[in-house]
């Protein structure tokens, strides 16, 4: 098993910035990607951004692109998510997720964006953005 523990969340004004962290710990694999999602109230889990553990490559939804930043400390075993120019509207839970990528799974430029992709999650931080 997995335990992945978020942290970072709290309460911004529009236009501020936050960093959230997901630490890692538990079974360890030789390479996994690392995904954020999150999820306003009403409204379904969406995808935020991945990243793959071991080779380091990214990928954002289009609503977030240009202004969140998804980073890894591997020795820390730990990921980032750098959110800058917050907006109203990026006020959700955000929750970290990872799964194990065997060999030729998400290879190249493929990644995991949907929730049921994902095997482990962490428990969620609330990020609130005030107009």
């Known amino acids: 098993q997995v335990q992945l523990v978020e942290s970072g969340g709290g309460l911004v004004q529009a236009g501020g910035s936050l960093r959230l962290s997901c630490a890692a710990s538990?079974?360890?694999?030789?390479?996994?990607?690392m995904g954020w999602f999150r999820q306003a109230p009403g409204k379904e889990r969406e995808f935020v951004a991945v990243i793959k553990r071991r080779v380091g490559g990214t990928y954002y939804a289009d609503s977030v692109k240009g202004r969140f930043t998804i980073s890894r400390d591997n020795p820390k075993n730990t990921v980032y998510l750098h959110l800058n120019s917050l907006k109203p509207e990026d006020t959700a839970v955000y929750y970290c997720?990872?799964?194990?990528?065997?060999?030729?799974?998400?290879?190249?430029?493929?990644?995991?964006?949907?929730?049921?992709?994902?095997?482990?999650w962490g428990q969620g931080t609330q990020v609130t953005v005030s107009s």
């Open positions: 997720a990872a799964v194990p990528i065997d060999a030729g799974k998400y290879s190249g430029n493929t990644y995991p964006t949907r929730v049921y992709e994902y095997d482990y």
């Open positions: 538990g079974r360890t694999y030789a390479s996994y990607a």
